[in-house]
């Protein structure tokens, strides 16, 4: 009978507990709940198992499941309460135009933190969303499975190469390019399996033959190629895989070459030698486009920036000899970079505001995608400014010699300013070539 | 421990290679780079005008006296023309970025001769020797001078090379009330930057030149003029290669309104590198304006205002502003301009500095028919 009663405490109790437990997590809702979908939207595209996140840049941790999460719960709280997290650097003036932004609303960082303070419960599974999945997850492409994917040949990065930016040239089997070419209205880059060393990685198509090379710095940066033409962009961390807008498309002559143009951070010493194999998964436009994409860049390769100085601008400008479809901006450059503008001059001499980004992150390099293509007309004047910080402070927390004056050249401790845009020129059908 | 007699030896050629040292005269020199094209002239500052073995072939600024002295050796590395004389020099190979191999540049270079005679003042252009010299060797070509007298008096020899167009450049010459002129000309474009050194050690090594590059790099798309004065402070200018009179910019020109600054949509703002400080008519531009450090060399952007009683210069502290970025409330100061109509309507934006005076010198600017220049004085 004293058993019993014993039983009957202690059952009582636990249905106590368990009521404030659950009390508890009404209050501060579930993972399952309340938790995951925030997390499925707005983290997951990044933090996905290693090895098959974006581009294979990869984020530091899966956050695809409770028992993945649960250990980062508080890391998460504090960085989404602080805006760190997800990472969007452009400023509020741009708001709503960029198909790619990132962001929590209040109410999305009050329901993960109050996740967080009420011990970060699991929940019912049965009340959360099904798994996310993302393109084809077998093969690891974000996008979905490529029509045709170009792989790099393999490519050893010696041991005593350090900051070695590398320009690589692999030629397209001319199977998956029948007709004399096929159109494709998007890409995606993967820079392959040490992803973690890619600083950033830059691609294009040429008609040259077959060759393997490697430029020690020597040799064009990203911007003249795109001057060149027949580039495809760049990736680094951050850059999600897009389309092109609906309408646009690619051009790849049969014959073609893929430029792989990458820029690998190690240190030099035995042993640190290792192999990489990018590639590039391409699909196919099924349907003849209207506008023919290109990427170009707006630059500056004369400049000086000062030893021990803050809040350096550099600026650079074009102007538009036709009217353009804007489809992409992506501000680019190293170390000191901080922050970036684009400004748009219209022919009346009106002044737009086209990307701010007050707080660049060198390692944070966001292309921007507008949800729709934006005209500038014939004459518009774009200018875009940089600002750069080569102070000692500085220097010791990202680690560079402020005690350098420098300007343009590949190195990250040498700088850049480059502003790059993905554009279609004038209202004009495809013609089947390119341009 | 080293003994007495060789601590001795040691401070006895430590005071020897010392007076050498301050006896040597650092060759001052003036350098334009048009189209990824370089020409240099050099001399020293050691040919004084009062010096007597001088005097006689100075001594009459209207009628020369016969006589030639060595004044500068002119250095370039594409062929170019003074005159009726072509110094040729072989074109690189075309660059071929990555494995291919790079070209290595071909220099030409000459002692030039400042010779009077009765028919008048000319250049003598002869093989370049070293050591002292009383009359050219090898003269390969002459060179006939236009000879004006001035007001400000050069106690030393100058020369300076002022950019007139995409081609060209006037040599100038000044020594005591003398200033000779004669236009130089680059005769064969060059299309891309040659490589000055074998890139296959970098590749295995890894280490090369920022520097170089970042050079390089910026003139693919800038022309410079420098002034170097001696072993001391440089002077140099940087400006957008290629603006035309046919040009959108320079329409600009023609029709900008008064006080507003002359805009480029093709280039960065013209940039004025100092390493000393200058003096601008009431306008003192300082070294550090942009650096973080005291002694750090300055930096402006130089901008063109076009003003009710004629043209000003307005020097800003943003040295790397694209040219439609003009931004007043980094203004350091302006100054009025000098203004020239000239007959060549067809020239090509330039800017450049020439000393004009040990102490003294020019900036001028030039654009089609148009010439600017503003006085400045060096400050020690």
């Known amino acids: 009978m004293r058993c019993l009663r014993v039983f009957a405490i202690v059952a009582l109790l636990g249905v106590l507990a368990q009521s404030a437990a659950y009390a508890g997590a009404e209050a501060g809702g579930t993972f399952y709940e309340n938790v995951l979908p925030i997390l499925q939207e707005n983290c997951q595209s990044c933090h996905r198992p290693a090895g098959q996140n974006i581009t294979g840049i990869v984020a530091p941790m899966s956050l695809m499941t409770y028992e993945e999460a649960r250990p980062w719960a508080r890391g998460i709280a504090r960085k989404v309460e602080t805006r760190e997290m997800p990472p969007w650097y452009a400023s509020e003036h741009t708001d709503g135009l960029f198909s790619n932004e990132r962001g929590l609303t209040d109410a999305e960082i009050e329901t993960i933190t109050a996740w967080v303070n009420a011990g970060a419960p699991a929940g019912e599974r049965d009340a959360g969303p099904a798994p996310r999945t993302f393109g084809d997850e077998e093969e690891g492409w974000f996008l979905g499975r490529p029509d045709f994917v170009v792989e790099m040949e393999r490519y050893t990065i010696p041991d005593d190469a350090y900051d070695l930016q590398a320009t690589i040239r692999t030629k397209i089997d001319d199977a998956v390019l029948p007709d004399g070419g096929v159109w494709v209205r998007g890409w995606e880059f993967r820079v392959g399996e040490t992803g973690d060393r890619v600083h950033h990685f830059c691609a294009g198509i040429e008609d040259k033959d077959t060759i393997v090379e490697v430029d020690a710095g020597q040799g064009e940066d990203e911007g003249e190629a795109a001057d060149r033409g027949g580039s495809l962009g760049c990736v680094s961390s951050g850059t999600e895989g897009k389309l092109l807008p609906d309408g646009w498309g690619f051009f790849i002559p049969t014959g073609s070459t893929a430029r792989y143009s990458i820029h690998f951070n190690k240190e030099p010493g035995p042993g640190t030698s290792f192999d990489n194999q990018a590639s590039m998964g391409f699909f196919l436009s099924h349907e003849p486009p209207k506008y023919t994409f290109k990427n170009d860049s707006i630059g500056n390769r004369g400049f000086m920036i000062p030893a021990h100085r803050k809040d350096y601008r550099v600026g650079a400008g074009r102007m538009l000899e036709r009217d353009t479809y804007v489809a992409n901006l992506w501000p680019h450059a190293h170390f000191r970079g901080t922050a970036a503008r684009y400004t748009a001059t219209y022919p009346d001499g009106t002044q737009e505001l086209l990307l701010d980004v007050p707080n660049w992150q060198q390692h944070w390099q966001e292309t921007y995608w507008y949800k729709e293509p934006k005209l500038l007309p014939k004459g518009t004047m774009i200018d875009v400014s940089f600002w750069y910080d080569n102070t000692s402070e500085n220097g010791l927390r990202i680690g560079f010699d402020a005690d350098r004056s420098l300007g343009h050249a590949p190195r990250t401790n040498d700088e850049m300013m480059l502003g790059f845009l993905g554009y279609a020129e004038e209202v004009e059908p495809a013609t089947g070539t390119q341009n | 421990m080293l003994d007495y007699h060789s601590r001795q030896l040691i401070v006895i050629l430590s005071l020897t290679l010392l007076g050498l040292s301050v006896t040597v005269e650092a060759q001052y020199s003036s350098e334009v780079v048009l189209d990824l094209r370089t020409l240099t002239v050099e001399y020293t500052p050691a040919l004084r005008a ?42 690189p190979d075309a660059v071929v970025t990555g494995s291919s191999a790079m070209s290595e540049l071909r220099l030409a270079r000459y002692d030039l001769w400042l010779t009077g ?12 020797q070293g050591g002292p010299l009383t009359a050219p ?17 050069s106690p030393t020899f100058i020369a300076g090379l002022v950019p007139t167009g995409s081609d060209q450049a006037r040599l100038l010459l000044r020594w005591g009330r003398h200033e000779w002129t004669t236009e130089v000309q680059f005769l064969i474009p060059r299309e891309s930057r040659p490589r000055q050194r074998d890139p296959l050690g970098d590749q295995r090594t890894f280490e090369f030149d920022s520097a170089e590059i970042q050079r390089s790099n910026r003139l693919t798309r800038r022309n410079t003029a420098t002034v170097q004065l001696g072993n001391g402070p440089r002077l140099m200018v940087v400006y957008g290669r290629n603006m035309q009179v046919e040009d959108r910019d320079f329409a600009h020109l023609v029709s900008v309104e008064t006080d507003m600054v002359v805009t480029t949509t093709a280039s960065a703002v013209i940039r004025f590198d100092i390493d000393v400080p200058l003096q601008f008519g009431e306008v003192t531009l300082n070294t550090g304006n942009v650096g973080g450090l005291r002694d750090s060399p300055g930096g402006y952007g130089v901008w063109l205002r076009r003003a009710a009683e004629g043209w000003r210069l307005v020097f800003n502290d943003e040295p790397d502003a694209w040219g439609t970025q003009h931004d007043p409330s980094f203004d350091a100061g302006e100054v009025s301009l000098d203004y020239l109509q000239g007959d060549d309507s067809s020239r090509a934006l330039s800017a450049s500095v020439v000393m004009t005076t040990p102490d003294q010198g020019r900036f001028v600017l030039i654009w089609g028919p148009h010439e600017w220049s503003a006085n400045f004085t060096v400050l020690s």
Do not use: C
């Open chain 2, 137 to 153: 060797s090898s003269i390969f070509g002459t060179v006939p001078l236009t000879h004006t007298t001035v007001t400000a008096n």
């Open chain 2, 50 to 91: 009062d010096d007597p073995s001088h005097q006689m072939l100075l001594s009459d600024p209207s009628e020369p006296k016969a006589g030639h002295v060595r004044v500068a050796q002119i250095e370039t590395d594409a062929s170019i023309r003074m005159a009726g004389v072509e110094i040729a020099v072989e074109e």
């Open chain 2, 117 to 128: 005679s009765s028919n008048g003042w000319r250049l003598d252009v002869a093989d370049s």
